[in-house]
């Protein structure tokens, strides 16, 4: 089987990798602070986004080169995190401090403010104390007003003005331009990942076992409101079995995943993933990125169940997607049991490609 890469669209139509994990982790904080209120949502989600920023730190040191801890050396590597967060951005510094201007509407408007507080007051602060720990960052305006444009400052201590003129002035776009595109892409995947991942262990940790019954359905439903925005970017508008493999392998190569071609085999697409970078995350990030894809391909055409029988968070060589046709609508709950899916299954099982329990767990898929 030929070894297969995605030579296209790495960013068209202002899609790209982050634009589907920023989504997927604002569906994430959403429904957390709707199950467990805003409170607790900041008390557990907050310790795991601050080892994010100290991380994330260290690695945009590594790729800027950067070795001081002055304003300008923040500066740059705070211009370097918006822009793989792809907000436009002036990032002014000044001899006592910087400040972060939006250019554009922020792309977390009308997300729960708590979202907002969790990056930048934990994530950024971490990020900030890494080259110094007096460093404090400070909101003039917030996404819970209808601002247009928020205003973030950094100083040591207390707030205090800015003083005389900024002695450099970088836009994010200046960086997305002297920066290859391929080294921001990674880093926001692994960056937002990290969001996701540290989210999904709060919500564990919060709810035990019920977290899948909040983090499951609002990653379906994310999947669901992603339909338009994607297939407006591929411009692959079909709905039969392949077009809609086509969707999913572009989304896939956003968020860095390669590995062989697809096959179609009858009402079975397929695909393997050789590389991820989730492939260290916990098992529960993969099965939210399933239930993602599940409503992406059942609002393309609601006979189409969307599942994973390998995974490399549960310790095999690759991942294996499959798209499978039902001779009926599965998308609106009912019990729906299509012979000719389930007889794959089977046969599947009786040749040792999947155990037990993920035939019974594939079979509650396509039946229920």
Not at 81 to 100: C, M, P, S, T, W
Not at 118 to 126: Q, S, T
Not at 186 to 211: H, I, N
Not at 317 to 332: E, L, P, T
Request: negative net charge; glycine residues 10%.
């Amino acid at each position: 089987m030929p070894e297969w890469k995605f030579h296209g669209m790495r960013r068209r139509g202002c899609v790209n990798g982050q634009d589907v994990l920023g989504g997927l982790w604002i569906s994430q904080v959403r429904a957390l602070v709707g199950a467990i209120g805003g409170d607790r949502t900041l008390s557990s989600i907050g310790p795991f986004l601050s080892g994010t920023g100290s991380r994330g730190a260290v690695n945009v040191r590594k790729t800027l080169g950067i070795e001081g801890n002055d304003f300008v050396d923040v500066g740059k590597a705070s211009a370097f995190v918006l822009a793989f967060h792809d907000e436009g951005n002036l990032v002014k510094v000044y001899r006592n401090g910087l400040q972060i201007v939006d250019l554009e509407p922020c792309p977390f408007r009308g997300a729960p403010w708590e979202l907002c507080w969790l990056r930048d007051h934990v994530a950024y602060k971490a990020f900030l104390n890494s080259f110094s720990p007096d460093l404090e960052p400070y909101f003039e305006h917030d996404v819970e007003d209808d601002s247009t444009n928020c205003i973030l400052t950094v100083t040591k201590g207390s707030k205090t003005p800015m003083q005389g003129e900024p002695v450099m002035e970088l836009t994010t776009e200046q960086v997305r331009e002297s920066v290859p595109l391929d080294v921001l892409s990674k880093f926001g995947v692994e960056y937002l990942g990290e969001y996701v991942a540290g989210t999904t262990m709060a919500a564990k940790q919060a709810l035990g076992e019920d977290w899948r019954s909040v983090l499951i359905p609002a990653a379906e439903h994310y999947g669901v409101t992603m339909n338009q925005r994607i297939t407006g970017a591929t411009r692959l508008t079909g709905t039969d079995l392949a077009s809609v493999g086509m969707v999913v392998d572009f989304i896939s190569s956003l968020v860095m995943q390669e590995g062989h071609e697809e096959w179609v085999q009858g009402s079975d697409w397929t695909r393997e993933i050789t590389e991820c970078p989730f492939s260290d995350y916990p098992k529960e990030v993969c099965e939210q990125l399933e239930a993602m894809f599940r409503g992406l391909c059942c609002s393309m055409n609601s006979t189409l169940v969307f599942y994973h029988d390998k995974r490399m968070t549960e310790g095999h060589a690759s991942c294996q997607y499959h798209i499978m046709k039902n001779g009926s609508s599965v998308c609106a709950g009912e019990a729906v049991e299509s012979n000719e899916a389930l007889a794959s299954l089977k046969a599947r099982l009786a040749k040792g490609e999947i155990s037990e329990e993920d035939y019974l767990r594939l079979r509650r898929l396509i039946v229920e």
